[in-house]
C-alpha cells in the first residue's frame, strides 16, 4: 500500500517534471507572454496524458515510457492551446491594469 504511494507520487512529480519542461520550451519563444496563465494547463496536461496510459491497461515497462511521452505530448499541446486563446481572447489586455508601470 504504502509503495503504491510512494510510486504514485514519484510518477505524478516526473510528470509534472516533463510538463514543466514543455512549458518552458513553448513559452521562452513567445518571450514570457502568458506564461503564468499556460502554467496550470501544462500541468495538467502532463498529469493527465501520463495518467491515461495505465489507465486503459498499459501498466508494464513499457507503459512507463509510454506515459512520459504521453505527458510530454499532452502538456505541450494544452499549453499550446491555452497560449491560443490568450492571443484570441486578448486576455493579456484584461491583465494590463495589475502590472507595473513605471518600468
Avoid at 513553448?26 to 489507465?55: C, Q, T
Amino acid at each position: 500500500m504504502l509503495v503504491d504511494v510512494i510510486f504514485l507520487i514519484l510518477f505524478a512529480a516526473a510528470w509534472l517534471l516533463l510538463s514543466m519542461l514543455s512549458w518552458i520550451a513553448v513559452s521562452v519563444p513567445r518571450r514570457a507572454r502568458g506564461a503564468l496563465w499556460s502554467a496550470p494547463f501544462a500541468a495538467l496536461g502532463g498529469v493527465g496524458g501520463g495518467a491515461l496510459v495505465p489507465i486503459t491497461g498499459l501498466d508494464n515497462e513499457l507503459g512507463i515510457g509510454v506515459s512520459m511521452i504521453s505527458a510530454l505530448v499532452c502538456s505541450t499541446a494544452l499549453c499550446w492551446l491555452s497560449l491560443q486563446v490568450w492571443d484570441t481572447f486578448e486576455i493579456g489586455a484584461r491583465f494590463a491594469r495589475w502590472a507595473r508601470r513605471d518600468r
